[in-house]
């Protein structure tokens, strides 16, 4: 099991940008795959994107495809989701989850992902 810690949530303009971390404590990343995750009001949770920390590959969903990009930092043991030209629409509470047993097919389910953090707020003012 391991324990996340995110950052960088906020209030941003149509347009603007934002940085969201996931940091581990209590393990490192090594073998996992980790997901970001949104969920609006009222909406069900749906992926954004998720890193395969051993071999760095990446997945992104339809809408992040161009203005989301994943990163890590082997060193602090952080993935970061950098947001560019946000809309409204990308207005949610955004987590990062870690799985260690993930395959091609579930690192973009919600349900497979064991380890949440505790979610941060991005808010896309118009």
């Known amino acids: 099991q391991v324990q996340l810690v995110e950052s960088g949530g906020g209030l941003v303009q149509t347009g603007g940008s934002l940085r969201l971390s996931c940091t581990a404590s209590g393990s490192t990343f090594n073998g996992y795959a980790i997901g970001w995750f949104r969920q609006a009001p009222g909406k069900e949770r749906e992926f954004v994107a998720a890193?395969?920390?051993?071999?760095?590959?990446?997945r992104y969903a339809d809408f992040a495809e161009g203005r989301f990009t994943l990163s890590k930092d082997n060193v602090k043991n952080t993935v970061s989701l950098q947001m560019n030209s946000l809309k409204p629409g990308d207005t949610a509470v955004y987590y990062c989850?870690?799985?260690?047993?993930?395959?091609?097919?579930?690192?973009?389910?919600?349900?497979?992902?064991?380890?949440w953090g505790q979610g941060t707020q991005v808010t896309v003012s118009s």
């Open positions: 890193l395969a920390w051993n071999i760095n590959s990446t």
């Open positions: 989850a870690a799985d260690r047993h993930f395959t091609s097919r579930t690192w973009s389910i919600a349900s497979y992902y064991p380890d």
